[in-house]
């Protein structure tokens, strides 16, 4: 079984800067790919961006590549996920996701473990 609580959203101007991060536990972090999703009002849940094991290899979605950047700290059982450049339409509920193996990443069902998720809202 594996925990996740995601921590670092908030309020934040179009163009800003947000971190988040998720914390595992229950599990060896360093053996789990982690990753983002994110949830906007009346839309449905997306994959934002993965990162396996490593921490060597990643993955993101067209909407935010260039802009947001995952990374992980397996000393810390730690998944961070830096934006930047942040548009209105990042806004949603993110969510930190975790998987001992998965073949793919951007379906929801490729992740078992779910973090409650934090609200990021950009205001324009």
């Known amino acids: 079984q594996v925990q996740l609580v995601e921590s670092g959203g908030g309020l934040v101007q179009a163009g800003g800067s947000l971190r988040l991060s998720c914390a595992a536990s229950g599990r060896t972090f360093s053996s789990l790919s982690t990753g983002w999703f994110r949830q906007a009002p009346g839309k449905e849940r997306e994959f934002v961006a993965a990162?396996?094991?490593?921490?060597?290899?990643?993955y993101y979605a067209d909407s935010v590549k260039g802009r947001f950047t995952i990374s992980r700290d397996n000393a810390k059982n730690t998944v961070y996920l830096q934006m930047n450049s942040l548009k209105p339409e990042d806004t949603a509920v993110y969510y930190c996701v975790a998987e001992l193996r998965n073949s793919d990443y951007v379906p929801r069902t490729a992740w078992g473990y779910w973090g409650q998720g934090t609200q990021v809202t950009v205001s324009s």
């Open positions: 990162i396996l094991p490593s921490g060597s290899t990643t």
